[in-house]
């Protein structure tokens, strides 16, 4: 059965750190580009960060997160992760991670050649 597990959710307070990691199982992560997503109440889920298969080249789908989440791969553990530092109350949201062709948006879209879906963490940034 192939599946993408998200972790390392919880709460946190603003100007702290997480890191959230995407653990495959019954496929290998190696062939795809790996996405982050979240979902915030009563939003629509929105690109975060993605990684190419190589690992060599990362997206900010989300400008507000550039210089805050770095996303990174290791093809050895079959596990890709999302840095947050700074986090802020606006991203709090349920994270998920997904598995693509590649990074590419079409009509600025980053859910263009999903795969698979992990089921998400939580994460919940306040006082």
């Known amino acids: 059965q192939l599946q993408l597990v998200e972790s390392g959710g919880g709460l946190v307070q603003p100007g702290g750190s997480l890191r959230l990691s995407c653990a495959a199982s019954?496929?290998?992560?190696?062939?795809?580009?790996i996405a982050w997503f979240r979902q915030a109440p009563g939003k629509e889920r929105e690109g975060v960060s993605c990684?190419?298969?190589?690992?060599?080249?990362?997206?900010n789908y989300e400008e507000s997160v550039k210089g805050r989440f770095t996303i990174s791969r290791d093809n050895a553990k079959n596990t890709v992760y999302l840095q947050m530092n700074s986090l802020k109350p606006e991203d709090t949201a349920v994270y998920y991670c997904?598995?693509?062709?590649?990074?590419?948006?079409?009509?600025?879209?980053?859910?263009?050649?999903?795969?698979?879906w992990g089921k998400g963490t939580l994460v919940t940034v306040s006082l």
């Open positions: 997904a598995s693509k062709d590649s990074c590419r948006t079409i009509a600025g879209s980053a859910l263009y050649g999903v795969k698979e």
């Open positions: 019954g496929f290998s992560l190696n062939y795809y580009a």
């Open positions: 990684i190419t298969r190589s690992g060599y080249l990362t997206t």
